[in-house]
């Protein structure tokens, strides 16, 4: 599926099963919230933290699918086309970053 398609879906399903968009400040602070769940699994996965039995079922690519979700929610209420803020970010990244990370150092093998 597309980005479009995506935020078309999210749209359509909050106005039949969600009934309506949480506000824009409730949205943030559960993006919030739900980052911080991708934070907690990847930290004690990939990280030093030792993971406690009760995460080791907890479903990354789940979690991964919640922030994507809120964002989506986030994006149609502001009227943000992903799409497009998306290709725009990457050119911008292109442009700007072009040599910087091939002449790091720290990124050499």
């Known amino acids: 599926m597309t980005i479009q398609e995506a935020q ?3 749209d359509q399903w909050i106005k039949t099963v969600g009934v309506r968009y949480f506000n824009e400040l409730t949205n943030m602070a559960m993006l919030t919230e739900e ?3 991708v934070a907690r699994i990847i930290a004690r ?3 030093e933290q030792s993971e406690k ?3 080791k079922q907890k479903d990354l690519g789940d ?3 919640d922030v994507l979700f ?3 929610c986030l994006a149609n209420q502001t ?3 992903l799409e497009e803020a998306l290709a ?4 911008k990244k292109t442009q700007r970053d072009h040599d910087r990370h091939h002449n790091n150092p720290k990124l050499k093998a």
């Open 63 to 65: 979690e991964m699918a």
């Open 79 to 81: 009227g943000i086309n």
């Open 35 to 37: 980052v911080g769940e």
């Open 70 to 72: 809120v964002l989506i």
């Open 53 to 55: 039995e009760s995460d």
């Open 88 to 91: 725009k970010n990457l050119a």
């Open 8 to 10: 078309e879906q999210v």
């Open 45 to 47: 996965r990939y990280g």
